[in-house]
Each structure stands twice: as structure tokens, then as C-alpha cells.
């Protein structure tokens, strides 16, 4: 039942977008009675985070092309294609706006760009071991700097946000790293 | 009047944030009749465009320090403080927010945005003088660069965004734009 209520949510999400987002469409969608989904998911913001706590949790597939560069390319590339899809766009779209209205949705977001950061922290740790990048290098801040870009375009600025605008941003995170410009700051941990 | 209408949305978002924000309460605390301000504004959404065009069109103070990587953290800096700050952090939110609802606050928001970007250029401009970056350094995207993972921070992550993350994200900038990564793609206007 959880995953009919899960597949539900993200079908409307992608249909509807957030605003449209309902407890009855999701429960008609997927079959599940109306007071139930209510009882187990309270609201809308409820779905949205259930969804997303499911999201965090599937395997993410980190690239691994040999070369820290055309690691943060295919990381980027994955975030512009990833919003620019017309069925997973909405559904990024929406995560991000329910955050910004409902604290649950935010707490849900949050961990689930933590669990990506972590997730992709191995393209950086094979760096290191290749010796492209100094050994201290701040594996999550590198993913940051190689996709904030895009996030800041999508949802600040309204500019471009496909693969020229990925390949650039991920340029610049290869770049500030190789140069060692994204070490851990002192005292951190690992 | 039109300024009286503007300073009061301003202290309304600070006070109340963007779902607080009325035609009734602007009118309230402007002294306008709520008519006219429905009449020239039509709505809340109508105020917040409003607000950032007067906001866009405001000086904006260009750091000058000499240097770009001095220039580049005090630019992050003051994006940092400014979403810190207890009167300007909740006006700055609201218009992010208002931007996800309205087509109106989107587009005054990303008029902001290009705005602060023009201006901001300088900097970059003044380092290419200085012979730090390349001649075909594109100052734009140094400025994405450089705060960008603020915003990500911010919006979408939910981690810090205080002081330190300025500095990481302006350093991370400086050394991309001094490695060449962030010159202007081929056949692009200067």
C-alpha cells in the first residue's frame, strides 16, 4: 500500500505539480481509501515527504568515468536532465517548492540532498586515490560547487539550466579542487 | 504614495514573511487606501514585483578590495549577511518565495538578478585589468560561481550559509576564473 501511495504521489506531482497536489487525487490514483492515505499521511505535505524519504533511499547512480572532470560533468549533466524531463522535473520542482512552504517537506529535502552528497562523495575519494586532487579535498563541497550552479539558475535567477550550463559549473568544481581550493577547513572531520 | 506602498510591503515581509503578506496590511501601514492600492498593485504578488524593481534599481555596493579573491568574499559575504540579517533576510525569502508562486514575482526576480549580476561584473572586470583572470573571463558566471552555493545552501539543502560557506564559495570562484575554467564559451557576446 505504502509504495501504490508512493508511485501515486509522484504521478500527481508530475501531472499537477505541488499546488495541485491532494490527498483525494492520490488516494483515487492509487486505490487506497481516502481516509486511510489521511490517517497514515495527514496531508499533502505528508505524501511529498514519504516520497521523498524513498527517493533519498534508492541507489543514485554516481558516475565513474575515470577522470574527477568527467565525473562532475556526468553529476551535472544528471541534476540538467534530471529537471528538464517532463515527468521528473515536476516532481524535483515540486519537492523543492514543498519545502519552501511546509517544515516536514524541508526536513525530508534536506535529508535527502545530505544522502545524495554523501552518496556522491565517492567520485572524490577516487580523485584523491588517482592524486588528481589534494588528499584533505572536501568531497561534499566539490558536488556542491559543481551543481549549485544549476540549482541557483533554476531556482534564483530563471536562467538556463541544461548541459551547457552543467558542463560549465562542473568545470569550475574541477578546477577549484585541482587547485585545492576545496580542502576540508581546519579541524573538520573527514 | 508609491514609495509610502513600497516601504510598507517591505516592513510587512520582514515583519510577516511572504504567506503573511495582504493588499490590507500594505494599506494599513502605508496610509493608502486598501482601493488604490488593489486598483495600482491589483494583489500581494503585485507588491513584491513592485518592491524588487525599486530593490533592483538601488545602488548596490561592489566590493573593491583590490583584489579578486578579496572582492569575490566580500560579494559572498554580503549575500550571506543579508540573508542573516532579521529585517532583510525575511524580505530577501519572500521574494525568492513569491518568485515560486507568480509569474510576475518570477520575472522581477530574475530581472533583480541580471541586474546584480551587470553590476557585479565590475569586479571581474577590474581583475582581468589587474591581468588575475583571463581576458575572456566571463564575470557572470564568476559571480554564479562564487554565490551560488549560498543560495544551494539556503533553499535547497538547508546546511549553514553563514560566514564560512561565503569564504569557501568565494575561494572555490576565485581559483576557477584564475585556472581559466570560467571564461566565455566560444562565438558568446562579451
Redesign the interface.
Known sequence: MRDAVRDATLAELAERGY?GLTVEGVAARSGVHKTTVYRRWGSAVGLIADALDRAAAQPWPVPDTGTLAGDLRALARLVATGYADPVEGPVARAF??A???SGDA??A??AF??RR?QQSAALVERAIERGEVPADTDAA?VV??A???L???L?????PAGE?AAD??A??????A?????TR?PGAAT
Open positions: 499546488p523543492v517548492l519545502a519552501t512552504q524541508a526536513r529535502l534536506h540532498f545530505a552528497h563541497e556542491r560547487v551543481v549549485a550552479p540549482f541557483y539558475r531556482f534564483i535567477t530563471g536562467e551547457e560549465r559549473a568545470a569550475a568544481a574541477c578546477a577549484a585541482r587547485a585545492g581550493a576545496l577547513p
